[in-house]
């Protein structure tokens, strides 16, 4: 399985971004897509995740401003957030696992978000 995540940039506070995370290989069904991110001299952080199910699940940083989707038919992964501060710079990383047999999990590698104030 590989991960390819697109829509990071620099974005001025107050704004708006939306992240894509395209998922390519086989056994894609069944599996917990989600979204992370590592600000510098942080630990990484979960932001939230949804299953292929459809059964969404946030983290507690960007709650309220932040909207996660799924689009199955595409293998993609969505990531809207508003209301952006200097404190969401980080590195933004997609995320799939899969927790019945064949068991996986697997990281993109990541996409720059900065924040300018």
């Known amino acids: 399985v590989q991960l390819q995540a697109s829509g990071g940039g620099l974005v001025q506070a107050g704004g708006s971004l939306r992240l894509s995370c395209a998922a390519s290989?086989?056994?894609?069904?069944?599996?917990?897509m989600g979204w992370y991110r590592q600000a510098p001299g942080k630990q990484r952080e979960f932001i939230g995740s949804?299953?292929?199910?459809?059964?969404?699940d946030y983290g507690d940083s960007v709650k309220g401003r932040s909207t996660i989707s799924r689009n199955n038919a595409k293998n993609t992964l969505y990531l809207e957030m508003n209301s952006l501060k200097p404190e969401d710079t980080a590195v933004y990383y997609c995320?799939?696992?899969?927790?019945?047999?064949?068991?996986?999990?697997?990281w993109g590698p990541g996409t720059q978000v900065t924040v300018s104030s």
């Open positions: 995320n799939i696992k899969r927790r019945v047999t064949p068991t996986y999990n697997f």
């Open positions: 290989g086989s056994m894609l069904g069944s599996s917990i």
């Open positions: 949804v299953t292929s199910g459809g059964i969404i």
